[in-house]
């Protein structure tokens, strides 16, 4: 027999993947008066049943991230949400691999032509580098659009 504690934290973890650090915070906002030692045990128990994932939940965030994010701002994310340093280096080559196609797209769905001037250009900088991308990656394609338009 499950605990409630235990199945408030299935019920949550039914929706989307937590980092243990997610689901601590977010189940100790629950309850004020819960002890930090149930908290760890019901933890603990879940992980290792296999339901409580900090690579899954890694995946998951960099999945839905990926399309609109930069690596640095995804990495950023992950570091809020307790996600282990070991598990980020784990996905960084991936991340970077993918990062110019993604800088693109989102470059290109939001202004969709080169700028034409440099208060555009910095604009369009600004808003890439909100986003998480790194300056060359931005420089990179800024100058593919501006070779496109050519």
Not at 24 to 31: F, G, I
Not at 49 to 74: C, H, K, M, N, P
Not at 121 to 136: A, H, P, T, V, Y
Request: glycine share 4%; with cysteine; proline share 2%.
């Amino acid at each position: 027999m499950r605990s409630a504690l235990e199945m408030r934290a299935l019920r949550y973890l039914a929706r989307r993947e937590y980092s243990r650090l997610e689901l601590e915070r977010k189940l100790s906002a629950h309850d004020r008066s819960l002890a930090p030692a149930i908290l760890a045990e019901v933890l603990d128990k879940l992980e290792c049943e296999g339901v409580l994932s900090t690579e899954r939940a890694a995946e998951q965030i960099i999945r839905s991230s990926r399309a609109r994010f930069g690596s640095r701002r995804i990495i950023h994310a992950l570091k809020e949400k307790g996600i282990d340093a070991a598990c980020i280096q784990e996905a960084l080559p991936s991340l970077k691999e993918t990062e110019q196609g993604a800088a693109f797209a989102v470059w290109q769905k939001k202004f969709a032509k080169s700028p034409e001037s440099k208060e555009e250009w910095g604009k369009q900088m600004r808003f890439m580098m909100n986003r998480g991308f790194s300056i060359d990656v931005i420089r990179h394609v800024l100058s593919r659009a501006c070779e496109e338009n050519e």
